[in-house]
C-alpha cells in the first residue's frame, strides 16, 4: 500500500514537472498572415510596423516571443498616450491570440501525446496516491497533517502557495506565457465548442480536473459519512456539467457561454452592459437566462438558505465552494480562528458586498440612461477597479493562491459578496443551525482545528450553544471530526435556534437563579 | 472581595474560575505547573498523531485570561499551610501565595502497582502534558514496539497514538475481555474486535509482572507477563488508571482518604478550602454514583456548582442522569444513566447490533415497570437531551421504542437504523410491540433504509 502510493507520487509528480516544462516548449514565428488574422485592420496598421522586426524570426519559447510582442505592443500605445492620442490607445489583448496562432512544434503536432505526458500522468499518479487509502478502515483520518510540511505551511506548503500565485497571475495578467498549456488542451476545447482552447479554457479544464480527482480523495477519505459522499458527488456534478461542459456546448450552439448556476454577485459581470446585450440577442433562450440568474439571486437564494441554510449554495453548488472542498480540503485547519480574524472577516467581506451593490447600481444606471458619469464616479472605471481587485486578485490569486497559508476558503470567508448575502440570511433568518448535543463537547478543539471558515465552533459548543453564524458553509466536517458526537447540521423552526448559551449547561441539576 | 486561589488549571479548576468571574468580582488566581494556560487534556493524543498542534487544544485564547481578571500562575505547589492560607513553591525563590478561599482542583496521577523497573526511561503513563513531552521522544517513528498495559479508555488512546506512527501495538488486559468491568459483554466484544481490525495485539487475560531493562540496561528493553511470556518492546505505556493526585495533602490536617474528601457541598473538613473533580472523594455519593469519579463532565459540573458556593449560594452538586462518552478508534461510544457490565435481577436489557458488528445500541429497563434505566450506544449518535429525559420520566421500553427517532442524532444522509431496531425489539418483546412513530427521512421512504 504504501510503496504504491510512493509509485504514484512520483508518477504525479513526473506528470507535474513535464507539464510545467511544456511552457519552455515549441517555436514560435509571426509572420504577416497571423497578424493579419489577429488584429483588427485598423490595428493591424497601427501595430505591424512595430512588430516588423519579429516578423519571420522564430523563437525558441513563448518567453521570448512574449516579451518583445509586448515590448512592441508597449511602445506603440507609450507613444499614443505621450502624444495624448487616447482615442488609438489600443486595449486590446492580442498577445495571447497570436502567440497561440504564431506556435508551432510537438506541442501542435503531437498534442495527444503531450496531453497525456501531462495531464494524463499526473491524474494517474494522483490516482494511485490516492485509492491506496481504501485500505484504511473508514473513519476520520487526519494522521501527521501537522506533521507534514506541506499542510502546515512548511516550504513544500509555502512552494506550493508561491506556485499557484504565479500560475493565477499568469492566468489573468500574462496569458501569452502559458500559451503552451492552451494547446495541450486544444483538442477537447475543439471538440467541445468548435473554438480553439483560450487560457480561460484552460483554468476551467484544470478547475474541473482538480475537483473530480481531489473529489475522489475526498470521497474516500469520508466514505463513512453519506452526508461528505453527497455532498463531495454534488459539487463534482456542478463544476463537470453547470460549470464546464454545459457552457462551452451552449457556444458551440451559437448561444451564449452560460453558466446557470453562478449566482450574481459572486457572478459580478452579471449586469454588465455587454452580458445583457448578449442575452437579450439571444431570443427566448437569452431572455429565459436573463430571467433565471434574476430568479437565482432575488428568489431562490432567500428561499432556499432559509429552509437549508447557506451550504445548498456554499458547499454542495458553488464552484469556489467545489474547488475548497476538494482540492483545499488539506488545507482546512490553516484558516485562523482568533476572535481578530473574525472582526477583520466581516468588515471585509460585508465590504465588498457593498462594493457589488454598489458598481452594478452605477453599471444598471449606465446601461439605462446612457451615460457613464454619475457625478465624478464613471462607472466604467469602478467595474474595472472591481473586477482587478476583487475579481482577479482578490478571488483568484489571494482566494486560492493563499490555500497552504490561510487555508482553503480565504476568498469564500473573506471576499464572496455572494458569501455575504447568504450569510446575512442564515444569520437571521433560516431553519439552519449546527445543533450542539446537551452537555457532550469535551473541548478537544478538533471542530475548531477543521473548520475551514475559520469559525471557533469549540466557543459554542462548550457552552451549549447552537452554532448560528453567517459565514458557516455547512461542509459538515466539525460534526465528522467530532470525537463524542456533538455536533449536527439540522433545519428545524428558526426560534428553535439556541443562540443564547443555557445558564447551566444540560447534565447539571442545579437550579437556575435567573 | 477575597481572593480565590484554584489550584490546578484543568477543566473542574477553571470552569469553577470563570464562573465566579461570572457571578462576583473576587480576585481569582489559578495556579498550576504543568501548563500557563488550560487545555484540553481529552485531547493530548491528537497532538501526537498530528491533528492539531498544542495551540488548538487551548479552548481559549491567549487573552481571555486578562480580560477576564483571571490570574494565571505557573508554578509547583510543594505544599499548602492551611494555618496561615499560603501556598509554598517548589521553586524555593518564590514567595508563598496567600488565600482566602483555596479551591484544590488537582486532577489525577497515573496509577503503578509497584511493578519492577516502572521507573525505566521508556515506561511511562499518559495524563499530563508532560506525559506527551516524553511520549513524544521516547516512541518517535520507527520504535519496534510498544506495549501498552491497560484495557481502559487510555489504553485505546496510546494504542491508537502508536499505530498512527506506525509501530506495533501489543494492548495487555488483565480482564477477559476490553473494559469488562464496565461495558457489558457485547459492547466489550464490539469494541475488540475493532481494535484487533486495526492490527492491534489484543491479549486478554494478560498481566504485567516486570518491566526489564534492554542490553545497555539504560532504558526499558521487554516486559514478562505474570504467565511467564516476553515481550520486547521498547516503549512500554501503563494505562493501569489514574488515582487522585492528592499525596502532597497527606498527613496535613486536611482529610484524605483515596482523595480529598468532600461533602455535597464540596466542601472540605477546613473552613475555606474546597476540593473538586478528579482530586475530590465524595462523602456521600448521590445515588448511583462513585466517590471519586475521573470523568471531564463531573468536573465541569462541579465546577459550575462549586462557583456558585463560592459567591454566595451555598449549592450542593446535583448532577442530572448520568453521561460519558468515548472513542475506541472509529467508533464513538455514548451511555446514559446505568448500563453496568453484569445485570441485577431487576434490570431486563434490550440490545441491537448492526450485521457488520460495529453499529449497537443497548436499553436497559426496570423489569417490573418496564421503565428505561440506561442506554449505550456504538457508532451511533443520540440526542443527549432526549435520553436523559426518557430516564429521568421512567419512560418505558415500548414507548422508547415507538420514538426511538427522537434521540437520532447522527449526522443527516446517514443510514437510519430505527426500523431494524424496532423490528428487532418486536421479535425479542412480541408482547410488547408496537409502530415506530414519527416522520420517516427521506431515505427509508425512497430507498427503504
Known amino acids: 500500500m504504501r510503496s504504491l502510493k510512493k509509485i504514484g507520487l512520483g508518477i504525479f509528480l513526473l506528470g507535474f514537472v513535464a507539464w510545467v516544462g511544456t511552457l519552455t516548449m515549441g517555436q514560435f514565428t509571426l509572420t504577416d498572415a497571423i497578424l493579419k488574422q489577429e488584429l483588427k485592420p485598423e490595428h493591424y496598421e497601427l501595430l505591424r510596423p512595430a512588430l516588423e522586426p519579429m516578423i519571420g524570426r522564430t523563437y525558441a519559447s513563448p518567453f521570448g516571443f512574449g516579451r518583445d510582442f509586448n515590448t512592441a505592443f508597449g511602445r506603440i500605445n507609450d507613444d499614443f498616450k505621450a502624444n495624448q492620442q487616447w482615442d488609438s490607445v489600443i486595449y486590446d489583448n492580442y498577445a495571447f491570440p497570436v502567440a497561440r496562432a504564431a506556435s508551432a512544434g510537438v506541442l501542435t503536432e503531437s498534442t495527444l501525446l503531450w496531453f497525456w505526458l501531462t ?84 483554468y476551467g479544464f484544470i478547475y474541473t480536473l482538480a475537483i473530480v480527482v481531489m473529489g475522489v480523495r475526498m470521497l474516500i477519505k469520508y466514505r463513512h459519512s453519506p452526508y461528505q459522499m453527497l455532498r463531495t458527488g454534488s459539487v463534482m456534478f456542478f463544476q463537470t456539467s453547470f460549470a464546464f461542459i454545459i457552457p462551452e456546448v451552449l457556444v458551440a450552439l451559437n448561444r451564449p457561454y452560460y453558466d446557470f448556476k453562478n449566482i450574481w454577485p459572486l457572478d459580478y459581470d452579471f449586469f454588465f452592459d455587454w452580458h445583457l446585450n448578449t442575452l437579450l440577442s439571444n431570443g427566448t433562450l437569452g431572455v429565459f437566462m436573463l430571467v433565471w440568474g434574476i430568479a437565482l439571486a432575488f428568489i431562490a437564494v432567500p428561499i432556499l438558505s432559509y429552509f437549508y441554510g447557506k451550504r445548498w449554495y456554499c458547499s454542495w453548488v458553488c464552484g469556489c465552494g467545489g474547488l475548497a472542498e476538494t482540492l483545499g480540503d488539506p488545507y482546512r485547519q490553516l484558516s485562523d480562528k482568533s476572535l481578530k480574524a473574525w472582526k477583520i472577516e466581516r468588515y471585509l467581506v460585508h465590504s465588498v458586498l457593498v462594493f457589488a451593490v454598489v458598481m452594478t447600481a452605477l453599471v444598471l444606471y449606465t446601461y439605462f440612461t446612457g451615460q457613464a458619469k454619475i457625478g465624478p464616479v464613471d462607472s466604467y472605471s469602478v467595474r474595472s477597479v472591481y473586477g482587478f481587485w476583487i475579481g482577479a486578485l482578490f478571488s483568484g490569486v489571494v482566494g486560492t493562491g493563499f490555500y497552504p497559508y490561510m487555508g482553503n476558503r480565504v476568498w469564500c470567508r473573506f471576499g464572496c459578496p455572494l458569501a455575504a448575502y447568504i450569510g446575512l ?88 437563579i435567573k | ?152 479508555l487510555i489504553g485505546v488512546e496510546m494504542a491508537e497514538m502508536l499505530l498512527s506512527r506506525d509501530i506495533p501495538v501489543t494492548l495487555l488486559v488483565r480482564e477477559k475481555s476490553y ?30 509482572a516486570e518491566i526489564k531493562p534492554d542490553a545497555s540496561g539504560q532504558r526499558v528493553g521487554s516486559i514478562k507477563t505474570t504467565s511467564g511470556e516476553e515481550i520486547a518492546g ?176 447522527d449526522p443527516e444522509f446517514f443510514r437510519r437504523h430505527e426500523p431494524a431496531i424496532a423490528a428487532a425489539f418486536r421479535a425479542a418483546h412480541p408482547a410488547q410491540a408496537s409502530s415506530l412513530q414519527g416522520k420517516r427521512s427521506w431515505r427509508e421512504r425512497w430507498f427503504s433504509f
Open chain 2, 1 to 152: 472581595m477575597k481572593h480565590i486561589v484554584i489550584l490546578g488549571n484543568g477543566i473542574g479548576g477553571i470552569t469553577t474560575a470563570r464562573h465566579v468571574r461570572k457571578l462576583s468580582q473576587h480576585r481569582i488566581t489559578v495556579v498550576s505547573g504543568e501548563t500557563e494556560h488550560f487545555f484540553s487534556r481529552t485531547a493530548l493524543m491528537y497532538l501526537y498523531m498530528g491533528h492539531m498542534k498544542y495551540e488548538h487544544i487551548k479552548p481559549y485564547e491567549d487573552f481571555f485570561w486578562a480580560k477576564n481578571r483571571i490570574e494565571l500562575r505557573q508554578a509547583w505547589v510543594k505544599s499548602i499551610d492551611f494555618e496561615k492560607k499560603e501556598l509554598h513553591f517548589a521553586q524555593s525563590t518564590s514567595e508563598p501565595l496567600g488565600y482566602d478561599i483555596l479551591v484544590l482542583a488537582t486532577g489525577s496521577t497515573p496509577s503503578y502497582f509497584e511493578w519492577p523497573g516502572q521507573e525505566l526511561p521508556g515506561v511511562q503513563g499518559l495524563y499530563s502534558y508532560q506525559d506527551l513531552e516524553r511520549m513524544e521522544t521516547a516512541a518517535p517513528r520507527g520504535t519496534s514496539r510498544g506495549v501498552v498495559v491497560g484495557g481502559g
Open chain 2, 234 to 409: 521498547p516503549f512500554v505505556g501503563l494505562a493501569t488508571g489514574v488515582r487522585p493526585n492528592v499525596d502532597f495533602l497527606r498527613g496535613t490536617s486536611l482529610e484524605v482518604d483515596r482523595g480529598i474528601l468532600v461533602n455535597k457541598y464540596l466542601e472540605t473538613n477546613l473552613p475555606d478550602v474546597y476540593a473538586l473533580g478528579d482530586c475530590a472523594q465524595h462523602r456521600e455519593p448521590p445515588a448511583g454514583r462513585k466517590p471519586v469519579e475521573q470523568i471531564w463532565y463531573t468536573g465541569r459540573i462541579m465546577g459550575e456548582t462549586l462557583a456558585r458556593t463560592l459567591c454566595g449560594t451555598r449549592t450542593p452538586y446535583t448532577p442530572g442522569v448520568f453521561y460519558n462518552s468515548a472513542k475506541f478508534f472509529d467508533i464513538e461510544y455514548q451511555t446514559y444513566g446505568q448500563v453496568p457490565a453484569r445485570l441485577d435481577a431487576d434490570t431486563g436489557t434490550f440490545y441491537w447490533e448492526h450485521p457488520e458488528g460495529r453499529i449497537a445500541l443497548r436499553i436497559n429497563f426496570e423489569k417490573e415497570t418496564g421503565a428505561v434505566t440506561g442506554f449505550n450506544a456504538c457508532g451511533l449518535r443520540l440526542r443527549h437531551e432526549v435520553c436523559a429525559r426518557w430516564i429521568e420520566q421512567q419512560s418505558t421500553l415500548s414507548h422508547v421504542m415507538q420514538h426511538l427517532r427522537e434521540a437520532h442524532f
Open chain 2, 179 to 208: 473494559w469488562g468491568n464496565v461495558l457489558p459483554r457485547e459492547e466489550s466484544e464490539l469494541v475488540s474486535r475493532h481494535i484487533r481490525e486495526h492490527g492491534v495485539d489484543l491479549r486478554f487475560g494478560a498481566e504485567l
Open chain 1, 425 to 512: 440570511v442564515q444569520r437571521f433568518k433560516s431553519r439552519f443551525r449546527i445543533t450542539t448535543n446537551g452537555g457532550q463537547c469535551i473541548s478537544c478543539g478538533n471542530c475548531s482545528t477543521y473548520c475551514e471558515m475559520g469559525i471557533d465552533v469549540r466557543w459554542y459548543a462548550q457552552r451549549g450553544q447552537d452554532v448560528v453564524r453567517a459565514s458557516c458553509v455547512g461542509c459538515g466536517i466539525c460534526s465528522s471530526v467530532c470525537p463524542r458526537g456533538v455536533l449536527n447540521l439540522e433545519n428545524a423552526d428558526p426560534d428553535s435556534r439556541v443562540t443564547v448559551a443555557p445558564e447551566v449547561l444540560f447534565g447539571n441539576d442545579m437550579p437556575k
Open chain 1, 119 to 202: 495531464f494524463g500522468l499526473a491524474i494517474l499518479g494522483a490516482l494511485l496516491y490516492i485509492l491506496p487509502n481504501l485500505r484504511q478502515l473508514p473513519g476520520i483520518k487526519n494522521d501527521h497533517i501537522y506533521h507534514r510540511s506541506m499542510t502546515s505551511r512548511g516550504w513544500l506548503g509555502i512552494s506550493l502557495g508561491v506556485f499557484l500565485i504565479v500560475f493565477y497571475v499568469g492566468l489573468y495578467f500574462y496569458p501569452e506565457y502559458l500559451v503552451n498549456w492552451t494547446l495541450l488542451v486544444d483538442p477537447l476545447s475543439r471538440a467541445l465548442s468548435g473554438n480553439p482552447a483560450s487560457q480561460w479554457f484552460l
